[in-house]
């Protein structure tokens, strides 16, 4: 079956600019995760949705990053006034919730801030 | 405070060796402990996970074990063969959130 998908793969913006990332989880995976890894380094957790609804955005770096999911499926991760320190590979993951540990990763999105 | 502390940063081992990659966390609270598998250009795969109320857990190859009452887990490869070369991350968290450790990149010699 699908995995998670990630669009676009690569993704070159300007300072300043609005980017919006998509993620298309498993298909009846409930529960819908976004990471940031920067080279070199582990993922990092931004925010957690469960269903609609964001269980947990504590990772969030400020108030430019925010994350939707309105019918509980695909979820779009937007970022205003892009900075260059923004760049990095954003990373979905997707589990089927209901207490369900495992968390299956898209291959990400390369954000470049230039 | 870093949540969870992964060691070594790199690691070379020859054909059929033993790789082993250690990794500790901070939060008692933890109850799931993964080890993701990680290709250049692609996203984290996840290869063997743990939880707290059991010592070990093998699957093929991989052997995870793990000890509570230090705080530490460990990723065993058996006969690590040239395939095997990507980067591990080991994570620790509970059904919401998981902390990553910074990676350990694995080079199998043939």
């Known amino acids: 079956g699908a995995g998670v998908s990630q669009t676009p793969s690569n993704k070159v913006t300007e300072k300043g600019k609005y980017v919006e990332l998509r993620c298309d989880p498993i298909?009846?995976?409930?529960?819908l995760y976004w990471y940031r890894q920067s080279l070199g380094q582990g993922p990092e957790f931004l925010i957690y949705?469960?269903?609609?609804?964001?269980?947990?955005d504590s990772g969030l770096p400020n108030d430019r990053f925010f994350a939707v999911r309105p019918e509980g499926s695909v979820s779009t991760l937007k970022i205003q006034r892009t900075e260059r320190g923004d760049s990095a590979v954003y990373l979905c993951?997707?589990?089927?919730?209901?207490?369900?540990?495992?968390?299956?990763f898209g291959p990400g999105t390369r954000l470049t801030v230039t | 405070q870093q949540q969870v502390k992964q060691s070594p940063q790199s690691l070379i081992v020859q054909k059929g060796g033993i790789s082993i990659i250690n990794c500790a966390y901070e939060?008692?609270?933890?109850?799931?402990f993964p080890w993701y598998q990680q290709f250049p250009g692609k996203g984290p795969a996840l290869l063997i996970a743990?939880?707290?109320?059991?010592s070990e857990k093998k699957e093929g190859r991989f052997t995870i074990s793990f000890n509570k009452s230090a705080k530490q887990f460990s990723l065993h490869i058996m006969d690590s063969q040239p395939g095997d070369s990507a980067t591990y991350f080991c994570?620790?968290?509970?059904?919401?959130?998981?902390?990553f450790g910074s990676g350990t990149k694995l080079n199998v010699k043939p």
């Open positions: 993951a997707s589990s089927r919730g209901q207490g369900s540990y495992e968390q299956y």
């Open positions: 298909s009846g995976h409930t529960a």
């Open positions: 949705f469960q269903g609609t609804g964001a269980a947990d």
């Open positions: 939060n008692t609270a933890f109850d799931y």
């Open positions: 743990i939880r707290p109320d059991v």
């Open positions: 994570a620790a968290g509970r059904v919401d959130k998981f902390y």
